[in-house]
């Protein structure tokens, strides 16, 4: 096990998303058998987590404490009905116990948007920053194997400022996850040459070129998996389009090559050649390593996992969880903006 002299407490929502606890709770026991300097507070309903948890050595031993909610909060629930109706909710708790203090940092699989729209009404944006934004890590075939992706989804619509402010967040994110002072920060946009681009994007420019940051211009969307680049920003809309193209072109690439490995006698044999190759890629290109997505400038660590995500992915949540933790970025993030010209403003 890695010995941390920080402790760590992590408040997770057992409840929402499509596997619940059944799949969740290994991930979580999994995790603190890696982390001897994390604790988990499970919340959710008490009737269904009891029966499980009292299974567990870990749950006797103090290290899962079992934190009871109500309600859950469903997949097609609205984010504002969620937020006002449901207020015992599992996913409500959890951000609850990062505001009182009670955990570090909140982790859930459930509904992106009221998961947003809570942490949001709850923890409250950082003093400077205008906007939180929704960040993962995506495969890379750079040598560090992946690339920071933002905005993905929290702001469809955006000013120049909150483009800036979302590359500083996903800098010292990238550092704090990788090690590296300056990470590489690009714009994605429709082209390299500086003449392209629609006028949030040129705009923007402006502002990377004079921030201090180690930006490196544009990255266009077939550059995301080459380019040699840390952090690539974007509005909402413009990057969930980009991860989801990403996702399903995964997707149908691993189907296609499956489909024609079963041709027939020949591609069956083929197959069976290039098993190590394709256990490869399988690997390098499986998303449950890059499952967890940051919610970047609130006063509180929030980490959304995949709403149907399984026990490894999951636990891959945990691990960004912890990391972001142990590496203060909450206080490097109030720290930065502390001192950053854009003040805080609401449209």
Known sequence: MKNHQVQIKLAVDMMSGDNGAQEFLPA????LNVHDNL???AIGKSEELLPLLEKESLFKSGRITLIPATEVVEMDDAPQSALRNKKDSSMRVAIDCVKDGRADAAMSAGNTGALLATAKFVLKTLPGIMRPAICTSIPSLRERGFVHLLDLGANVDVTPEHLYQFAKMGALLSSAVSGDPEPK?????IGTEAMKGNELVRGT???MENSGLNYIGFTEPDGIFFDDVDVIVSDGFTGNIALKTLEGTIKMIVSQLSSSFKRNLFTKCAAVVSLPVINDLKVKLDP??????SLLGLRGIVVKSHGNADRVSFQNAIEISVKLVEQKIIEKMRKQFETAEI????E
């Open 28 to 31: 979580v026991v999994s995790a």
């Open 288 to 293: 449950r390593k890059h499952n967890g997505a």
């Open 205 to 207: 420019v402006p502002l």
């Open 39 to 41: 604790s988990v507070l």
């Open 185 to 189: 920060v690009s714009l994605m946009n």
């Open 343 to 346: 003040k805080q403003s609401e």
